[in-house]
T-cell receptor
Framework: DTAVSQTPKYLVTQMGNDKSIKCEQN?????MYWYKQDSKKFLKIMFS???????INETVPNRFSPKSPDKAHLNLHINSLELGDSAVYFC????????????FGNGTRLTVT | QKEVEQDPGPLSVPEGAIVSLNCTYS??????FMWYRQYSRKGPELLMY????GNKEDGRFTAQVDKSSKYISLFIRDSQPSDSATYLC????????FGTGTRLTIIP
């Protein structure tokens, strides 16, 4: 029944490692997003895909690479993890593009040690 | 100056009180206005979605938009302990921009 699901829920890893976060939505939405939420709860958009096409790529280090195999899935791969990457990463989806309300997953809490 | 300003709180009120949460913005192109509620260790969930100036009511929640003042509010009537959460305003022109969130605690 979960509308937007992301795995894993928690991710603890060491600096320099490479990790991936997966996201799937079963709402039939055409647009998917990755957001980063820092310790002060500020939500900042990282990427957005519409029907598998990248439409937003904010100022994010090249170490972050999104991949959308189909419009129901959007994964995030992070290379050479750094301490500053520690945050909660949210996947979200919407129907009708960037102005539409978002449906969020429950987040992946990434801790880099 | 940030595009969207929101008082981070924290805000604590007794159960049953009326809560007022506010955001101001600077971008006059914003057309769509939303409020999200985020419980601890959960994703934000949409509470209210409005397009025009004026009020929109849904149960105990009322969203108010004043485009002339670039000011939006969320009112919670008869507040309950289950309303304790972080409330994020969001607004969009080309894309969605979030406020920093207000942490609200309802004291039983």
């Amino acid at each position: 029944d979960t509308a937007v699901s992301q795995t894993p829920k928690y991710l603890v890893t060491q600096m320099g490692n490479d990790k991936s976060i997966k996201c799937e939505q079963n709402l039939g939405h055409d647009t998917m997003y990755w957001y980063k939420q820092d310790s002060k709860k500020f939500l900042k958009i990282m990427f957005s895909y519409n029907n598998k096409e990248l439409i937003i790529n904010e100022t994010v280090p090249n170490r972050f690479s999104p991949k959308s195999p189909d419009k129901a899935h959007l994964n995030l791969h992070i290379n050479s993890l750094e301490l500053g990457d520690s945050a909660v990463y949210f996947c979200a989806s919407s129907q009708g593009g960037l102005k539409s309300p978002l449906h969020f997953g429950n987040g992946t809490r990434l801790t880099v040690t | 100056q940030k595009e969207v300003e929101q008082d981070p709180g924290p805000l604590s009120v007794p159960e049953g009180a009326i809560v007022s949460l506010n955001c101001t913005y600077s971008n006059s192109a914003f057309q769509y206005f939303m409020w999200y509620r985020q419980y601890s260790r959960k994703g934000p969930e949409l509470l209210m979605y409005t397009y025009s100036s004026g009020n929109k009511e849904d149960g105990r929640f009322t969203a108010q938009v004043d485009k002339s003042s670039k000011y939006i509010s969320l009112f919670i009537r008869d507040s309950q302990p289950s309303d304790s959460a972080t409330y994020l305003c969001a607004m969009s022109a080309e894309k969605l921009t979030f406020g920093t969130g207000t942490r609200l605690t309802i004291i039983p």
